[in-house]
């Protein structure tokens, strides 16, 4: 009589638990958990010769005992009804309380953090079979439920990011100017992940030394530069293989890969996923590991890395999906506080310019932040 999957069962014992695990193969594991004071009880129970330690042991049960096995186990079943609710065991009750009755208790009590701790139940879930989808709004779908506070030392465009690539979302902060607030979501929903927005570039009237020179000074791990003109104009690439002390004295335009030679793509042929074309790109072109991205005027407007793209590549295969909106932009919120014009009203005009504002950069969520939600103010 094989069985197609796993079961489980759990029983309770006087002295502790006992964990019995059918598994594929007709193999049954049984682990006491308890201290070795139900010793006779589990033997009664599982018919098995077996002296439980106080750490525990595990028994395997072969094919031949399974028939028997299945018969003891069904009349240890029998015998102790709560194996298999979500009631807490008499055990549990002695260190344990249901959320009412503990907080009904302590009403008296100040608690921190470290006097609490969770007891879940018995649970036949497992963790692979979870699904952490959650719906805030019509629209808005986070992979983890987790939300970043609205704190200035928690969360700006960086932690947003961050919370956004793992799924979660990240409430922006108002204590700042309301320009800067803008400035902070923008960079999160302009947030190209891999895309080198700013990349370092160089004037083709330079010198080879003045790079060697910003090299050292900054601390660039690269050496390889876009080289532009005045108006930000691709004109080539300065390739790393050039930019060393014998060469300090000649023009960056003399050592340039022109751009005639440079293969770039522009900023419409992205599409909606940005590093998958990235990588096509790269995949088709296997001698190059820089990605110039131009605009309509050939003006450079970003640089995709061949080491980035493959880390991001990687990523990709993680547990947790970045969180998107419908154009492929990062997920961010951001919070807006009750402001008070020279009267102490309401400044209405004011927090729904500002909101507005918010709503054109592609915020998802705002939030009231206060610290009295339930004054009239608020309600």
């Known amino acids: 009589m094989p069985f197609k999957k796993a079961r489980r069962f759990r029983c309770i014992t006087k002295g502790g638990r006992i964990q019995a695990d059918f598994k594929l193969k007709f193999e049954l594991r049984i682990r006491c958990l308890s201290g070795g004071r139900d010793e006779g009880h589990s033997r009664s129970c599982f018919q098995a010769w077996k002296r439980f330690g106080a750490e525990g042991a595990w028994v395997d049960f072969s094919k031949d ?3 028997f096995l299945l018969v003891s186990v069904a009349e240890a079943l029998a015998s102790f009804p709560m194996a298999v609710n979500n009631e807490p065991n008499s055990l549990d009750h002695e260190f344990y309380l249901r959320a009412n009755d503990f907080f009904s208790s302590n009403k008296d009590c100040a608690l921190t953090f470290d006097d ?4 879940t139940l018995y649970s036949e879930i497992l963790p692979r079979d979870t699904q952490l989808e959650t719906k805030l709004a019509e629209g808005l779908e986070l992979h983890l439920p ?5 704190m200035d030392t928690v969360t700006e465009s960086r932690m947003a990011i961050a919370m956004a690539h793992n799924g979660g979302m990240g409430l922006i902060h108002y204590n700042m100017s309301e320009k800067e607030q803008l400035r902070e979501v923008s960079r999160v929903k302009n947030h190209v992940h891999g895309l080198i927005k700013d990349p370092i570039t160089v004037l083709p009237g330079q010198v080879i030394g003045d790079v060697i020179e910003l090299i050292e000074r900054k601390g660039f791990p690269f050496s390889t530069f876009p080289v532009v003109d005045e108006q930000g104009k ?3 690439l300065l390739p790393g293989s050039v930019v060393r002390p014998r060469y300090s004295g000649r023009a960056v335009r003399e050592a340039l890969t022109p751009r005639s030679e440079i293969i770039s793509i522009s900023e419409d042929e992205l599409g909606n996923d940005p590093i998958a074309r990235a990588d096509e790109f790269f995949a088709e072109h296997p001698r190059i590991d820089k990605l ?3 605009d309509a005027h050939d003006c450079l407007a970003g640089l995709f890395t061949l080491s980035d793209v493959d880390r ?3 990523e990709r295969r993680a547990q947790f999906k970045t969180a998107r909106d419908s154009k492929f932009r990062l997920i961010c919120g951001a919070a807006v506080s009750a402001t008070r014009d020279a009267f102490g009203e309401l400044d209405k005009d004011r927090i729904s310019a500002h909101i507005g504002e918010l709503v054109e950069r592609g915020i998802d969520a705002v939030a009231v ?3 009295h939600g339930l004054s ?3 309600i």
Not at 116 to 119: D, E, K, T
């Open 65 to 67: 005992n399974f028939n």
């Open 116 to 119: 609490l701790s969770l007891a």
């Open 146 to 150: 987790i939300v970043s506070a609205d």
């Open 234 to 236: 691709l004109i080539g």
């Open 292 to 294: 110039m991205v131009v």
């Open 312 to 314: 991001i590549t990687q």
């Open 369 to 371: 932040s206060t610290a």
């Open 376 to 378: 009239l103010i608020h």
